[in-house]
């Protein structure tokens, strides 16, 4: 324990921690959290801890069950269809209009592809899967609609469970890097029309079901889904 850490930075460690187990997959959608378990890992006591579950709860990412404790957030079928429909159609009018990027800003999303191609090569999938949310939500950021892109990045914080089941960066960091590359040089172009077809892309997979597959549990008489 580290019992001369200061409280915000226990709890944004805790946060890290925690979000990296998300997104790798080592806490899978229903899996409880052990709260223990990750006082002793993380080097925190219990207040900053119990602080960030109560933070990646209303992002959406946890659940809370009244004397059951924090579980990783966890949809039916129908549930992820609506979830996937709502970024769907608010991804779509946020690329409606986009204020083109600098060369500077085409730069900088060049340097995050690479960084992200790179985290995958080492073995780190957790931080390459943060980094590609920032680099889709970095350009959704583009659209002047800030509302709409606000509800755009809710959403995708409340389907981040699913994305280590459904976005294998880890298989060909290659092509993985070279597909936002893509993204880059259709940005440079201005080619809206193709802009939106790649973003979309993934977000119409979630739809359809094929992101995430057989992970999700099925919709049932009485079942109700923990989110």
Same mark, same amino acid.
């Given at each position: ?25 080592? #806490? ?8 223990? #378990? ?90 390459? #899967? ?73 977000? #119409? ?23």
């Amino acid at each position: 324990m580290s019992p001369s850490k200061p409280a915000g930075r226990a709890t944004a460690t805790v946060l890290s921690a925690l979000r990296a187990a998300i997104l790798s997959g080592d #806490l899978g959608p229903g899996e409880q959290i052990r709260q223990q #378990l990750w006082a002793d890992r993380t080097g925190v006591s219990r207040p900053p801890l119990r602080e960030a579950l109560e933070i990646l709860t209303n992002e959406g990412l946890l659940v809370h069950g009244l004397n059951q404790g924090y579980f990783v957030a966890k949809f039916n079928r129908d549930e992820m269809e609506q979830l996937y429909t709502m970024r769907l159609l608010l991804e779509r009018e946020a690329l409606e209009e986009i204020e083109w990027p600098s060369e500077a800003q085409l730069a900088e999303l060049e340097n995050v592809a690479d960084d992200i191609e790179q985290h995958a090569r080492s073995g780190r999938p957790d931080i390459a #899967l943060q980094e590609l949310a920032e680099f889709y939500l970095g350009i959704y950021e583009l659209s002047p609609k800030k509302l709409i892109v606000e509800e755009v990045k809710r959403l995708w914080v409340r389907t981040a469970a699913y994305r280590s089941l459904s976005v294998d960066v880890s298989s060909d960091p290659g092509r993985s890097g070279q597909r936002l590359h893509v993204i880059v040089d259709v940005l440079r172009a201005k080619d809206l029309p193709r802009l939106r077809e790649l973003l979309l892309r993934p977000t #119409l997979r979630g739809r359809s079901g094929m992101a995430v597959g057989p992970h999700v549990m099925p919709p049932g008489p009485g079942r109700r889904a923990a989110g």
